[in-house]
């Protein structure tokens, strides 16, 4: 039996979000006060982030580094320059969000939907993108390398300039519109 390609993107989905059944804290967080939990405190550290990208001084730029947000609702959100160095963003939709330069070194982010995202000089070195669908994301400039791109989906994705060396894009599906413009050997179709 051949599967159709949106078959196999609707399995690898099912098969991730069953392996993801954890709960939304941060990490070695005892605590049972939903306030005090990262999902409690979401809308106050996106509140302040909003703050820092406007240069205001009771702003906060968004550390969510190693924070599990599982079950948070992060589409269509502006996190600019957050730091996100490996969080959990496992099957996340992160349609329409903003991360233009966010740090996302080592996250995880395994199935998860970037269409439309902005991810213009993003880091994203050493994160795992394994299935995630990056149909018309924009990752101009971004730093993917060592990324783990196995099976992910880039069709009219904006690839401009950025850093593919060592990344793994073995099983990606892109089109002529997604421009690959390789530096080095080190990249795996």
Sequence with gaps: MKLTESQLRRIIREELEDMNKQSF???NSSSRDPSQSIEGRLPEILRLHQLWLKNDPSGKRADLRSVNLQGANLR?????????????LRMFDLRFSNLQEANLQG????????????????NLQDANLQGADFQEADL??????GANLRDAYLLETYLL????????????????KTPLF????TTKF
């Design 161 to 176: 300039d950025a850093d593919l060396r060592g990344a793994d894009l073995r099983g990606a599906i892109y089109d002529k």
């Design 140 to 145: 101009t400039g971004a730093n993917l390398q």
């Design 25 to 27: 804290s941060a990490p």
């Design 182 to 185: 390789l530096s080095d050997e």
């Design 76 to 88: 269509d959100v502006d996190l600019e320059g957050a730091d996100l160095r490996g969080t959990n």
């Design 107 to 122: 996250a995880n982010l395994a199935g998860a939907n970037l269409q439309d995202t902005n991810l213009q000089d993003a």
